[in-house]
Nanobody, 126 residues
Framework: QVQLVESGGGFVQPGGSMRLSCDAS????????VAWFRQAPGKEREGVVS????????YYADTVKGRFTISRDDSKNMVYVQMNSLEPEDTAVYYC???????????????????WGQGTQVTVSS
């Protein structure tokens, strides 16, 4: 059974940093693409970063490029997103999601992902 559990959310001031973790169980990362999505109140769910299970290639949305870094630790079946230079616009619930990689777009699209975590709140405010 595929299970994803996010952790690391919380409150941070603008310009600060935060690392989110996604603990993946029940599957091997090698065959899955793992993505982080976020959803702010009143807005659509947005795919911000993703990482390939097969070759480690990554995707970053323009809104986070240069500030967020996704990585994975296969030995621990963990995926991380390091978020730097956070802005109030980054405030959202962040979700980890996974899908079998074959035929998947690099750009995370919600309907293509069938395994989701419960989400973790990130609030950026002074």
């Amino acid at each position: 059974q595929v299970q994803l559990v996010e952790s690391g959310g919380g409150f941070v001031q603008p310009g600060g940093s935060m690392r989110l973790s996604c603990d993946a169980s029940g599957f091997a990362l090698d065959y899955y693409r793992v993505a982080w999505f976020r959803q702010a109140p009143g807005k659509e769910r947005e795919g911000v970063v993703s990482i390939s299970g097969s070759d480690g290639s990554t995707y970053y949305a323009d809104t986070v490029k240069g500030r967020f870094t996704i990585s994975r630790d296969d030995s621990k079946n963990m995926v991380y997103v390091q978020m730097n230079s956070l802005e109030p616009e980054d405030t959202a619930v962040y979700y980890c999601a996974a899908a079998l990689e074959y035929g998947l777009d690099d750009r995370p699209i919600p309907y293509q992902y069938d395994n989701w975590g419960q989400g973790t709140q990130v609030t950026v405010s002074s």
